[in-house]
């Protein structure tokens, strides 16, 4: 603006003697030099309320919401959290396609070298003498969609790869069944779930949700592996709810709660012959600051109890022990099993950190101490399991980390061997009991989505004895490499 009214003034001293020329008297003069001075200070003020629009103008703009981007090639450049993305996609895609509104979309891709050595063979006990060390490639798709209908509904699905006749495993091997063959694609979950708004922080009641189809697997939060693979998606119906006990700034408590009701094996035989699971879950959660206002420490103790109904009548169908039997025993024709799990979570120099303990019972397995005699002098407790374990950090983001170690020792007919850890042993079978070893894992986040993990297992027979199914009788080493992506 001040260079605007220096060049006027200069116009305007330049046209001075050329205006003068044609005037008479000093007065003229005068008269043209006070018209120019009065044009001078119009313009002066019209710029000055030019330059007021623009500044407001330019206020609104910089206090102006930005658009949410679209996601695609244009905002390639911008990196988006997986919450910024879901949200984007509702927002602009559920826009114009109705039915994407609400949806998301998630899944993974494994990469897993995995290894096994076996040794210290019990020839006395029936151990094979064929040297069955192995080395293995697996790999894992898992694809999933849930979309959210009001604010109530919710219905979802996932595929993934894996075996038809295998329930504790999403895993293809390479080179299985030879010359590239295609690998197959399986129904891992197709569910609907109910949390009806008007149940929601309703006094002490502060949510319940009901949902059928195949889920994943509700009572995973309070049990361990001892129980329950973490692949096993069970088929029926469960509700949920949780209940606030006590609260303030300085200590929370809450009780939770799962009732399941499970098809485990239709026979076509009718009611009398299907076999059911019907599982009750009851956890106490305590949340205090008083220890450190920053850091807080959750205690948690949880009841589980797996009734399996009409189990004789699946084992019976399923002499073979390859889809049901699995590692317990044949005197194990009925399962009712509890399960106590306790765990405190605290911080140890700025590290998250878990310490659990699992003891299982079946408390349905009468007889077994009866036949220590012809199962082996030494059968552990063959209805008893139970584990302890500590874990330190908690990966979310680049540059996380975590480190486990479990101890587990898993009598033959403490729980049910076709829907406990596949893992803990050696290949060949799906769910293992009679057997005690260590577990140690690690993991390392080198994006957000993409992880390294180590698991190794070191695992012997509990009762070294061919009466037990499918148990073999030889010690292993167990050692998993995995390249993870998560999209």
Not at 69 to 91: E, H, R, V, W, Y
Not at 117 to 142: H, S
Not at 307 to 313: R, S
Not at 456 to 468: A, I, K, M, R, Y
Request: with cysteine; charged share 20%; proline share 4%.
């Amino acid at each position: 603006m001040k260079r605007l009214t220096v060049l006027i003034t200069l116009l305007a001293l330049g046209m001075g003697p050329a205006g003068t020329a044609y005037c008479s008297t000093g007065d003229d003069m005068m008269s043209v030099i006070d018209s120019m001075k009065h044009q001078m200070a119009q313009m002066q003020q019209t710029i000055q309320e030019q330059s007021e629009k623009i500044r407001r103008l330019e206020v609104r703009t910089a206090e102006a919401p930005s658009p949410t981007p679209i996601p695609g090639p244009a905002n390639a450049a911008a990196t988006m959290s997986d919450n910024d993305f879901q949200k984007s996609l509702k927002d602009n895609i559920g826009e114009v396609v109705p039915f994407l509104k609400g949806a998301k979309y998630y899944g993974d891709i494994r990469l897993r070298m995995e290894n096994f050595d076996y040794f210290n063979q019990k020839q006395d006990a029936g151990a094979t003498t064929t040297d069955r060390t192995r080395n293995r490639y697996r790999v894992r798709l898992r694809w999933g969609f849930e979309k959210d209908y009001l604010d109530d509904w919710k219905v979802g699905f996932r595929l993934a790869t894996g075996s038809t006749t295998d329930q504790t495993s999403t895993n293809q091997t390479l080179g299985n069944s030879g010359y590239f063959n295609f690998k197959t694609i399986n129904i891992d979950r197709v569910y609907a779930t109910y949390s009806p708004n008007g149940l929601k922080d309703m006094g002490p009641l502060k949510g319940v949700t009901v949902g059928a189809g195949k889920f994943d697997n509700p009572f995973l939060r309070y049990s361990t592996t001892i129980v329950w693979d973490g692949d096993v998606t069970p088929e029926g119906m469960y509700e949920k709810g949780t209940f606030e006990l006590y609260n303030t700034e300085e200590n929370k408590v809450f009780f939770d709660t799962v009732l399941g009701q499970f098809i485990t094996n239709e026979n076509l035989g009718g009611p009398e012959t299907d076999a059911g699971l019907y599982g009750y879950q009851g956890a106490f959660r305590w949340t205090t600051y008083n220890i450190d206002p920053n850091h807080p420490v959750s205690f948690a103790f949880a009841t589980s109890y797996y009734d399996y109904t009409n189990w004789f009548q699946t084992v019976t169908a399923n002499t073979a022990a390859t889809s049901y039997l699995r590692t317990n025993t044949l005197i194990a024709d009925d399962f009712r099993v509890l399960d106590i799990y306790p765990e405190v979570q605290f911080t140890l120099a700025n590290i998250p950190t878990v310490v659990w303990y699992d003891y299982a019972t079946n408390t349905a397995n009468v007889g077994t101490d009866d036949l220590a005699g012809s199962l082996g002098n030494d059968i552990h407790d063959q209805d008893k399991a139970w584990g302890l374990g500590v874990k330190f950090g908690k990966p979310q983001k680049k540059g996380d980390w975590d480190f486990g170690y479990g101890f587990y020792s898993i009598g033959a007919n403490a729980v049910v061997a076709a829907f406990n850890d596949s893992d803990f042993g050696g290949p060949g079978q799906a769910g293992f009991t009679n057997r005690v070893g260590h577990k140690l894992n690690a993991s390392y986040l080198l994006t957000d989505n993409i992880g390294v993990a180590w698991t190794g297992f070191w695992v012997e027979p509990l009762n070294p004895s061919t009466l037990v199914a499918t148990s073999t009788n030889e010690d292993v080493f167990r050692s998993q490499v995995d390249l993870n992506f998560k999209f």
